[in-house]
């Protein structure tokens, strides 16, 4: 099993910068994708960005340039750096783990930019 737990989410002004991080616990090997999905009021969970224990990234085009993702293999960490956030990045942050087939998700934590 693998327990997730999301910290540094809040209110941020348009702009400015905000760190999410997220600590994982459990089965964690290198054989593992870590990341993050938000969810806005009243849309779908969207995938926002994710690496490998390797350090491949990928982000979603809406966040390129702005948000980088990096992770800390020894203490299986996983952080989302959120530069020059904007309103419409509001979500709650979902921190992700896929280990094989198995997918793994924290509970949330909620990023508010105004503007």
């Known amino acids: 099993q693998v327990q997730l737990v999301e910290s540094g989410g809040g209110l941020v002004q348009a702009g400015g910068s905000l760190r999410l991080s997220c600590a994982a616990s459990?089965?964690?090997?290198?054989?593992?994708?870590m990341g993050w999905y938000r969810q806005a009021p009243g849309k779908q969970r969207e995938w926002v960005a994710s690496?490998?224990?390797?350090?491949?990234?990928g982000y979603v085009d809406s966040v390129k340039g702005r948000f980088t993702i990096s992770r800390d293999n020894a203490k299986n960490t996983v952080s989302l750096q959120m530069n020059s956030p904007k309103p419409e990045d509001t979500a709650v942050y979902y921190c992700?783990?896929?280990?094989?087939?198995?997918?793994?998700w924290g509970k949330g934590t909620l990023v508010t930019v105004s503007a």
């Open positions: 992700w783990l896929r280990r094989y087939t198995m997918e793994y």
């Open positions: 459990g089965s964690i090997d290198s054989n593992t994708i």
């Open positions: 690496i490998t224990s390797g350090g491949n990234t």
